[in-house]
């Protein structure tokens, strides 16, 4: 039967939200067997199971050494979804200039429901092995990107938000006071870059910078992402952030002057 969701946000199915709380926890650890997933949701192993056999039937899951893993259906799926956002077709050619002229990885973030999601990445040649992938989820607090949506919103939407989420410290870096967190904004709004200083990912810096439309309205983000090592302090805080609003320009005239711009 239907049931009514916290937040008055309408009625849901049950079983639905079961199926989808499966896919989730696979998706987290990559690789899940029943019995781990059964513990994770605190539901029976026999319950699970009819779950992913569905979810299997149906070519969502796949099975590979007794262990359960998303299909390829989602890059179907997946693709379809970017396909229909102006921002990736307005700005991946930029992305991949910028990680060629950086050496670094360069991505397109856009926000949804509260979260970053890497909507395009590119990696230059000092890339071994990219820190995040399409479609990566991440929190916003704790990114540079994430950073750059939040000095947008209003006092009240800001309150909202941090009464929304449980800001939990990733590295010792992670800004986790709301204080602090809203001065850090502030700096933001002031100097259209926002930096992330190993707050998400330990060992790792990153720069933003917002892209918005003509109405000036923040349309996503553009960011680079570099180990410490390779990120000193003035690639830190003038190289990086100079590339960064030059190229978000060129994609912000994009917005206004391409046939995207009717189409889509």
Same mark, same amino acid.
């Given at each position: 039967?239907?049931?009514?969701?916290?937040?008055?946000?309408?009625?849901?199915?049950?079983?639905?939200?079961?199926?989808?709380?499966?896919?989730?926890?696979?998706?987290?650890?990559?690789?899940?067997?029943?019995?781990?997933?059964?513990?994770?949701?605190?539901?029976?192993?026999?319950?699970?199971?009819?779950?992913?056999?569905?979810?299997?039937?149906?070519?969502?899951?796949?099975?590979?050494?007794?262990?359960?893993?998303?299909?390829?259906?989602?890059?179907?799926?997946?693709?379809?979804?970017?396909?229909?956002?102006?921002?990736?077709?307005?700005?991946?050619? =930029?992305? %991949? /200039? *910028?990680?060629? @002229?950086?050496?670094?990885?360069?991505?397109?973030? &856009?926000?949804?429901?509260?979260?970053?999601?890497?909507?395009?990445?590119?990696?230059?040649?000092?890339?071994?092995?990219?820190?995040?992938?399409?479609?990566?989820?991440?929190?916003?607090?704790?990114?540079?990107?994430?950073?750059?949506?939040?000095?947008?919103?209003?006092?009240?939407?800001?309150?909202?938000?941090?009464?929304?989420?449980?800001?939990?410290?990733?590295?010792?870096?992670?800004?986790? =006071?709301? %204080? /602090? *967190?809203?001065? @850090?904004?502030?700096?933001?709004?002031?100097?259209? &870059?926002?930096?992330?200083?190993?707050?998400?990912?330990?060992?790792?810096?990153?720069?933003?910078?917002?892209?918005?439309?003509?109405?000036?309205?923040?349309?996503?983000?553009?960011?680079?992402?570099?180990?410490?090592?390779?990120?000193?302090?003035?690639?830190?805080?003038?190289?990086?952030?100079?590339?960064?609003?030059?190229?978000?320009?060129?994609?912000?005239?994009?917005?206004?002057?391409?046939?995207?711009? %009717?189409? *889509?």
């Amino acid at each position: 039967m239907p049931e009514e969701t916290p937040g008055g946000r309408g009625k849901t199915i049950q079983s639905v939200e079961s199926a989808l709380a499966v896919v989730e926890v696979i998706r987290r650890k990559e690789r899940a067997g029943v019995t781990e997933i059964a513990n994770e949701l605190d539901r029976s192993k026999s319950t699970v199971h009819h779950y992913v056999t569905t979810l299997v039937k149906h070519d969502y899951l796949e099975k590979v050494d007794g262990e359960y893993q998303l299909s390829l259906r989602f890059l179907t799926l997946g693709g379809q979804v970017r396909e229909r956002e102006q921002l990736y077709h307005l700005g991946k050619d =930029d992305v %991949d /200039k *910028l990680a060629q @002229e950086t050496g670094e990885q360069a991505r397109l973030i &856009v926000e949804r429901n509260g979260s970053g999601i890497t909507l395009y990445q590119a990696t230059g040649n000092r890339v071994t092995e990219p820190i995040t992938h399409v479609g990566s989820i991440e929190a916003l607090y704790c990114t540079a990107a994430g950073k750059v949506f939040l000095a947008e919103l209003s006092d009240e939407e800001l309150d909202s938000y941090l009464d929304s989420v449980s800001i939990t410290p990733y590295t010792e870096n992670t800004i986790t =006071d709301a %204080d /602090k *967190l809203r001065g @850090e904004l502030d700096k933001i709004q002031d100097r259209g &870059v926002a930096f992330d200083d190993e707050e998400r990912y330990e060992g790792y810096r990153c720069v933003a910078s917002a892209i918005s439309t003509e109405e000036r309205e923040l349309f996503g983000a553009l960011s680079v992402s570099a180990p410490i090592d390779r990120m000193n302090e003035e690639r830190f805080r003038t190289d990086i952030p100079n590339q960064l609003q030059n190229v978000a320009g060129v994609v912000e005239i994009n917005t206004t002057y391409s046939e995207w711009t %009717d189409v *889509l």
